[in-house]
């Protein structure tokens, strides 16, 4: 079967690839709007608007994954800093403390429209720090593409101090539950 990722996340494809799994990228080039509010609901609606986008677009065999991260603290969901200020005051609100980050994600095949939606939440808990540390993490550069303003598979890693369930949901794909899918809802085995 023909697996598609319908994603432009260079992380997704990574985490993928690392499976030895056989697939190809194809970006839903969606505007990422819901009008869901609560997150777990938010990051489903819009992994599968995603996934959904590209199932169209095919006409042959074939599963179509799609998926969405988001960081929520106090109730406040973080998407990507537009700019320095904004990465610093979502950096500032998530450090001391725990927050929680929602992955959405939906696979479609796309003969028939079948469709699995799912979310996974991990809380993280970033240490406290200094104004100074935040300016020089935000200057890394790797801020910007990242839900909340951080990776935690990058130079996040001196940043986080210890995380509550499946990490690879940080990062932006439950592989875990990904696995789950396919196997119980499209007899697909990646074992
Ligand atoms: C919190 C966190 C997020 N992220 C990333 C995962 C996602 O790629 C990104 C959140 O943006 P998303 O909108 O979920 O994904 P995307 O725009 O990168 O890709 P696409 O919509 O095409 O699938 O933040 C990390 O890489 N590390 C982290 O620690």
């Keep these: 079967m023909r697996i598609v990722l319908a994603s432009k996340s260079p992380r997704r494809k990574e985490l993928l690839s690392n499976l030895g799994l056989k697939f190809e990228v194809i970006e839903s080039g969606i ?3 819901s009008n869901e509010k609560h997150p777990s609901k938010y990051v489903m609606d819009l992994s ?3 996934a ?3 199932a169209k677009k095919l006409n042959e065999e074939a599963v179509v994954i799609g998926a969405d991260t988001v960081v929520v603290v106090d109730d406040k969901v973080l998407e990507k800093p537009k700019d320095r200020e904004e990465a610093y005051t979502m950096l500032k609100s998530l450090q001391g403390r725990f927050h929680t980050v929602y992955t959405g ?9 079948k469709y699995v939606r799912d979310f996974e939440e991990t809380k993280v808990w970033i240490k406290k720090l200094e104004d100074e540390e935040i300016f020089n993490y935000i200057d890394t550069g790797e801020c910007y593409d990242k839900a909340g303003a951080y990776a935690i598979q990058g130079f996040g890693a001196l940043i986080v101090e210890k995380i ?3 990490y690879f949901n940080v990062v932006g794909l439950p592989i875990s539950k ?3 899918i396919l196997k119980r ?3 697909i085995r990646l074992l």
């Design 105 to 113: 994600i939906t696979v479609v095949r796309a003969q028939d429209f």
């Design 164 to 166: 509550e369930g499946d």
């Design 48 to 50: 599968f608007h995603k």
């Design 178 to 180: 990904l696995f789950d």
């Design 185 to 187: 809802e499209f007899g």
């Design 52 to 54: 959904m986008a590209v």
């Design 31 to 33: 505007e990422e709007y």
